[in-house]
């Protein structure tokens, strides 16, 4: 296998299929399983498509995803940290990441991550409360976010407003059955991007399927 650079900042890509992409490896150890490859002197995690909706929008040909080396994250809707590592992995030891979710059982495991990876802050917080944690948490260059409630779009612009620097990227992760199971897919994602276009630059925008479905991820931006 050689595993060759990308046009997406930080992500690469097995020369003999595209469809297998890779961080590299922050610390030389798995996160949830995750195969290891080693080249020359750097050690490589494949990024799973199907354990990750940001991989899979990149798989499926998002060319910027807004995250580079040294960038600052707050990520809403951690969970138990898949994607978060490889974050973690993309913005290095001089990035950080503040790691926020609700639940304090799947943040146990977060937390062991954090143990060795500096460069993630966990916090137990519900996202729809930005006064439980504003205190903890500076401006940020990118914020990402997978919440897969009714009022998802709702509460990623109240943290765009609050957190993201003027001119920051913005990932929204959206779940079309937890905004309205009685609506196609389609029609909900045509509507938040309608809604979404009112405030933010639209950049890109990719469904997920066959990765997650009824899943899409949108990039854009923060105007100044």
């Known amino acids: 296998m050689k595993i060759k650079e990308s046009k997406v900042f930080e992500v690469f890509y097995d020369q003999k299929n595209k469809k297998r992409i890779f961080t590299k490896a922050l610390f030389p150890t798995q996160v949830y399983g995750e195969q290891l490859v080693k080249q020359g002197n750097d050690i490589f995690r494949e990024w799973n498509a199907y354990r990750s909706k940001l991989a899979a929008a990149i798989i499926r040909g998002s060319p910027n995803i807004g995250l580079r080396k040294n960038s600052s994250v707050l990520y809403l809707g951690a969970s138990t940290g898949t994607t978060v590592?490889?974050?973690?992995?993309?913005?290095?030891?001089?990035?950080?990441?503040?790691?926020?979710?609700?639940?304090?059982?799947?943040?146990?495991?977060?937390?062991?991550?954090?143990?060795?990876?500096?460069?993630?802050?966990?916090?137990?917080?519900?996202?729809?409360?930005?006064?439980?944690?504003?205190?903890?948490?500076?401006?940020?260059?990118?914020?990402?976010?997978?919440i897969a409630q009714r009022n998802q779009l709702e509460i990623f612009l109240k943290n765009a407003d609050l957190f993201l620097k003027d001119s920051g990227y913005g990932i929204l992760c959206i779940k079309a059955r937890s905004i309205d199971i009685t609506k196609k897919p389609k029609q909900i994602f045509k509507q938040v991007m309608e809604k979404l276009g009112k405030k933010m630059k639209i950049i890109d925008y990719r469904e997920l399927d066959p990765y997650e479905k009824d899943h899409c991820i949108f990039i854009c931006r923060k105007s100044r």
């Not at 495991?109 to 966990?122: G, Q, S, Y």
């Open 85 to 146: 590592s490889h974050v973690s992995d993309i913005v290095g030891e001089n990035g950080i990441v503040y790691a926020l979710d609700i639940s304090p059982f799947v943040l146990r495991d977060l937390v062991f991550l954090a143990e060795e990876r500096k460069n993630i802050a966990p916090i137990v917080a519900d996202a729809n409360n930005t006064d439980s944690f504003k205190h903890r948490v500076m401006k940020v260059d990118v914020l990402y976010q997978d």
